[in-house]
């Protein structure tokens, strides 16, 4: 949302300035705020600073406030210290939560039948570009036409959104049926909807599963918004979304031998499933019921942990809050890993080779990229809270 920065005036309080706004809106300022983000000690963006908080007195109070000729707002504080602060900043950056709010993200939820976002893959820095990480950021999820089906594809795609994240699985994970199955994954087996890494301390941010080939029966994408079961979840039953937000679980990931797609790992992290943000808004969803360690919180709450978690699985797996496709080769499918969970359908060898190939981008790559993209492109949100994701 955009902000109308008119301001009608300001007002001297014992510990800084309220400043009221054309549109009603107050917003508070603390002195020792405004003295420590004064223009003159440098720019905090690009972490180029020439001034210290250690400089503050700590009883620093404002003497007096007042607009300009060009429209900035001129303070004097009582160090003897004067400051110019431009007004769109100001207002940009208050930290009254009235301010917050406006800022708030545009997030949109999806279940069964809903449409998901479907473009032919874009050029770098046009709007469209900026219309994909868009879909992504609002829907959790969009569907990329026009790939190339060479790894030169999947990375000009992942270029897109950001560096790619080497792991153990390596850089890019082809996805095929292995006679000698190292990696559940490398079955015809259905697999329920899941995010993947859960036993990192930060799991992956952004997938991308890119379509080789497909197999003609069976082998269908499933993908479950988290966010949205997560609420359906408060709604009904907040107690047991408060333990599933509040209690960390064990997850793991152990293998001792190494392969040529793998090395040997031993991955243990401990995490909420549902991550809040600062706000309490849900902000990211880790789940993988087969990357379950046994749970060590306390037996007190055992039972009651338990039947959250069983109700939120139930969900999770309810055919009513999954969209079902098949991706065909070269489409696929990028979605936020921390909060729309994938799985797929089982499939046969009857029907061909399936060849999906995945690869990942940290989350903070994502969010800088659709960050500039906005700006370049001057779409609203360009200051909106993007959800943190799943936190351990
Ligand atoms: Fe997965």
Redesign the pocket.
Known sequence: MEFDTAFLNTELTTDGIVVRWSDGARSRFHALWLRDNCPTGGDKRKAFRTFSVTELDPDLAVVDAAQNEYGDLEIEFSDGHQSTFDIDWLRDNSPEPADRVRRARQVSYFRAGTPLAQLPLPQPGTAEHCDLLDAVAEWGAAIVDDVPTGEAGTEALAALIGRVRETDFGRLFDIVVEPEMWEF?QTGLA?DP???DPYRYTPSGTSILHCVEVSTTGGDSILVDGFAVAESLLDDDPAAFDLLAEVSVPFIRHRTESVDQGEDVHLLAHAPIITLDRDREIAGIRF?ERSMAPFDIDPAIMGDYYRAYIEFTRRINDPANAIQFKLQPGQAVVYDNQRAL??RTAFGPEGGRRHLR?CTIDRDQFHSRLRRLREDHDRPGVHERLPIGSLS
């Open positions: 994954s697999l899941h995010t993947d993988h994938h799985g995945l």
